[in-house]
């Protein structure tokens, strides 16, 4: 049981450039989120998603798009990509019943150039 | 914006000695919840409390919650080299969205 699987695991870009990463969960989850950790900080949510087809923005969306065409993938976009964006991007699943605790992958580690 | 906010940032103490830390938060939760965070890993789910309930056990964890005061503790007892790692609330609003509001993080590093 695989879990929450990100591709790719690092990716190091110039700013401008564009990317996808990747979210994928084996445990048929309503709910998807993205987040980013940064330095000291704990994680802030930039998008998530409450079912198949579904997004809403987080607390820090700006910059980022998503998409949820497939129940079990989460797509995060950066259009193109400012040395504000580098981080630590984790997703995140969870069933539909009331506040379960969250599923982490282990992470993206993005780096803005 | 942060929800919940941790209290000490770093913890150093020897392997058998109990590790406590502190969380603060702002508004009215349905419930709080503990995360752990290894070294270049995702978070781990520790334990949820629910906001009627006062104190919750699992294994070595013991989680307090005082919705007075609008604080939760977790203490890990009998620490062991293996809870080195960061530890992470995170609060569920009572109103609105379920959505988790993380703090900062605590620090762990448990010396064999």
């Known amino acids: 049981n695989a879990g929450v699987t990100q591709t790719p695991k690092f990716r190091v870009l110039k700013t401008g450039q564009s990317m996808t990463l990747l979210c994928a969960q084996d445990?048929?989850?309503?709910?998807m989120y993205w987040y980013r950790q940064d330095p000291g900080m704990g994680l802030r949510l930039i998008h998530y998603?409450?079912?198949?087809?579904?997004?809403a923005k987080g607390e820090v969306p700006d910059g980022y798009n998503v998409s949820r065409l497939k129940k079990q993938n989460f797509l995060l976009g950066l259009e193109s990509a400012a040395p504000s964006q580098t981080s630590v991007y984790f997703c995140?699943?969870?069933?539909?019943?009331?506040?379960?605790?969250?599923?982490f992958g282990d992470g993206t580690r993005l780096s803005i150039l | 914006s942060q929800q919940g906010e941790e209290d000490p940032q770093a913890l150093s103490i020897q392997e058998g000695e109990n590790a406590t830390m502190n969380c603060s938060y702002k508004?009215?939760?349905?419930?709080l919840q503990w995360y752990r965070q290894n070294s270049g890993r995702g978070l781990v789910h520790l334990i949820l409390?629910?906001?009627?309930?006062r104190e919750k056990h699992s294994g070595r964890l013991r989680v307090t919650l005082d919705t007075s005061k609008k604080s939760s503790s977790l203490l890990i007892t009998a620490s062991r080299a293996a809870d080195t790692a960061s530890y992470f609330c995170?609060?569920?609003?009572?109103?609105?969205?379920?959505?988790?509001?993380f703090g900062k993080g605590n620090q762990v590093v448990v010396i064999p």
């Open positions: 995170a609060t569920v609003p009572y109103y609105g969205n379920n959505r988790l509001a």
């Open positions: 998603s409450v079912g198949e087809g579904t997004t």
């Open positions: 508004t009215s939760i349905n419930n």
């Open positions: 409390i629910r906001s009627n309930e």
């Open positions: 995140a699943s969870r069933d539909g019943t009331a506040a379960p605790p969250q599923h």
């Open positions: 445990m048929n989850h309503e709910y």
